[in-house]
């Protein structure tokens, strides 16, 4: 099995930037795709973004296209998500995930515990 701790979650205001990150232990070599979903309260779960373990191909939601950037640290066996410009609509726990298989956008085969992000206005 695999485990999956996020860090850096914080309340931040609605401007700043916060990078969250995840870390993955337990059978890390069978992983193909790690990323992030999160969810608002009140809200349905959603996709944010994933990047592959291998080559680095990364997927991005729309809502946060040029706000978020996705990366992974291969030594730590690490991934972290970059947030800039934050807005008080971001605001959620954030989840990281990690695939088995190619990335999915309704579900995931790991799940981390979770990490809260509070944007103030």
């Known amino acids: 099995q695999v485990q999956l701790v996020e860090s850096g979650g914080g309340l931040v205001q609605g401007g700043d930037s916060l990078r969250v990150s995840c870390a993955a232990s337990?059978?890390?070599?069978?992983?193909?795709?790690m990323g992030w979903f999160r969810q608002a309260s009140g809200k349905e779960r959603e996709f944010v973004a994933a990047?592959?373990?291998?080559?680095?191909?990364?997927w991005l939601a729309d809502s946060v296209k040029g706000r978020f950037t996705i990366s992974k640290d291969h030594a730590k066996d690490t991934v972290y998500l970059q947030m800039n410009s934050l807005k008080p609509e971001d605001t959620a726990v954030y989840y990281c995930?990690?695939?088995?298989?190619?990335?999915?956008?309704?579900?995931?085969?790991?799940w981390g515990h979770g990490t809260q992000v509070t944007v103030s206005s």
């Open positions: 995930v990690a695939f088995i298989g190619s990335v999915r956008k309704n579900g995931a085969d790991y």
């Open positions: 337990g059978r890390t070599v069978s992983l193909y795709t």
């Open positions: 990047i592959r373990w291998t080559g680095g191909t990364t």
